[in-house]
């Protein structure tokens, strides 16, 4: 009877795992799971300061990666935290944004918030939600948050002088004004020249992007498998160079923030396209760490230098050259 209950609780286990097995089989739908996304607020009136959580639910098929784009395009609200949470089921996960803003009370909007995935054939796509209104209240009363007219100045108040104590504190300032005179005449220090090296001009930016991308090419990182550092590398050099050229800032700037920047500097749509590719797929190796097929990461340079190519600037077109009218006089 005691060797019999081993086997009895290794049956209960392997029933339990069955059974949580056909429960996780059973949440996941038949047939293709459409992408969609919502978000909920926890509220829709809030105090100024207050932060406010927003739940986001995505539904996406099994196993599929996707990016949430947060930052400045929360404005006027700012991202104060994200947790994301244990996915509900294979297809639908959610995660909280924090956020908090810092107006004057009155109506605002959350923003519409954007999620890139890759669809069934491997290309980008996205999606947003759909705008949410949220109205600002304050506890404190209008004495305080109205703005009130200027007060009158304060009528003149006699004040009195003593005169005495008045020529003696301008007779001190007048004595240790001469003495810093003779001391800055006679012991101060000579002033110091200051050489100032002049760094070399940089060069022009397709001819450093096209240099940094050769040298991307030749540290191999691809064939030692470090792919998450060559996507790095490889988005490093693309928003400087789209810095550079479109006099745009690029230092620690989200992709989304530079896409935004370069579209107002009118950056072409082809070149756009191409750079948004790379850029996008550059984020999603690095922040979902999903592994693109190893002939796409093999294309990434040559886009690269493509869309240098496309975007840099031409070099303007010879003068023309005034024939000399003896020369045309001899070929009549």
């Known amino acids: 009877m005691m060797r019999a209950w081993p086997v009895l609780g290794l049956l209960a286990a392997l029933a339990a795992c069955g059974q949580g ?3 996780q089989a059973a949440s996941i739908p038949q047939g293709p799971v459409e992408w969609t996304v919502t978000a909920h607020p926890e509220k829709n009136e809030i105090q100024v300061g207050e932060t406010l959580n ?3 639910t995505v539904r996406h098929p099994a196993d599929a990666e996707f990016l949430v784009a947060t930052g400045e395009n929360l404005a006027p609200f700012e991202l ?3 947790v994301d ?3 509900a089921s294979p297809v639908e996960s959610r995660l909280t944004l924090r956020i908090a803003t810092y107006r004057l009370p009155g ?7 954007k999620v890139e995935y890759r669809n069934g054939s491997g290309e980008l796509a996205s999606l947003e939600t759909a705008p949410i209104p949220i109205t600002l209240v304050t506890s404190l009363t209008p004495e305080v948050t109205d703005i009130h007219d200027i007060k009158d100045p304060i009528a003149d108040i006699p004040i009195p002088w003593e005169w005495g104590r008045l020529w003696w504190l301008l007779g001190g300032l007048l004595a240790a004004a001469l003495a810093y005179l003779l001391y800055r005449r006679f012991w ?12 070399a001009p940089l060069p022009p930016p397709e001819v450093e992007a096209e240099a940094a991308l050769r040298r991307l090419v030749e540290a191999k990182f691809l064939e030692k498998g470090q792919l998450r550092r060559f996507y790095i590398e490889l988005a490093e050099i693309l928003k400087r160079y789209a810095g ?5 800032p690029f230092r620690e700037r989200t992709t989304a923030e530079i896409q935004k920047d370069l579209r107002r500097a009118g950056l072409p749509a082809e070149g756009k396209g191409r750079l948004d590719r790379i850029l996008v797929t550059s984020d999603f190796v690095k922040f979902a760490r999903i592994v693109p097929p190893e002939e ?3 294309r990434m340079v040559p886009e690269a230098f493509r869309f240098i190519e496309e975007t840099k600037r031409k070099p303007p077109p010879p003068p023309e050259v005034a024939e000399p009218v003896g020369s045309r006089e001899a070929r009549r």
Do not use: C, H, M, Y
Not at 188 to 199: A, F, H, I, M
Not at 244 to 248: I, T
């Open 296 to 298: 796409e990461s093999n």
């Open 54 to 56: 927003l739940e986001l």
């Open 244 to 248: 550079r050229r479109f006099g745009v």
């Open 188 to 199: 101060g220090k000579k002033p110091q020249v200051v050489s100032v090296s002049l760094s």
């Open 80 to 82: 104060v935290e994200r």
């Open 21 to 23: 097995l056909a429960e």
């Open 107 to 113: 109506d605002v909007t959350i923003p519409p918030i």
């Open 85 to 87: 949470a244990e996915p």
